[in-house]
Nanobody
């Protein structure tokens, strides 16, 4: 059984910083890509940032230069450092693990439960 556990959300003033963490638990052999998505009220879920097992990152244009994604393959953990936060960044942030292999079996994709990030003006 694979689970993604997120932490690090909260309330911050505009211009502040937060760091999100997401750890994948279970007997995991490899994860192709890990990433962060967000969903604001009344909007569709959107990709914020993703990173491959080879540490190649991809960012949404709206967060480039402000957010940094990183991962620790040995710990199956992905991080999202968010700086210069804006009220428009307010959303529920979801961790995603894409292409998970466990004990020789392909398990597909997994999602975390979501963590709220609120940026006040």
């Amino acid at each position: 059984q694979v689970q993604l556990v997120e932490s690090g959300g909260g309330l911050v003033q505009a211009g502040g910083s937060l760091r999100l963490s997401c750890a994948a638990s279970g007997i995991i052999l490899s994860i192709n890509a890990m990433g962060w998505y967000r969903q604001a009220p009344g909007k569709q879920r959107e990709l914020v940032a993703a990173i491959t097992s080879g540490s190649s990152p991809n960012y949404a244009d709206s967060v480039k230069g402000r957010f940094t994604i990183s991962r620790d393959n040995a710990k199956n953990t992905v991080y999202l450092q968010m700086n210069s936060l804006k009220p428009d960044d307010t959303a529920v942030y979801y961790c995603n693990a894409e292409g998970v292999w466990t004990s020789g079996s392909y398990r597909g994709d997994y999602w975390g439960q979501g963590t709220q990030v609120t940026v006040s003006s």
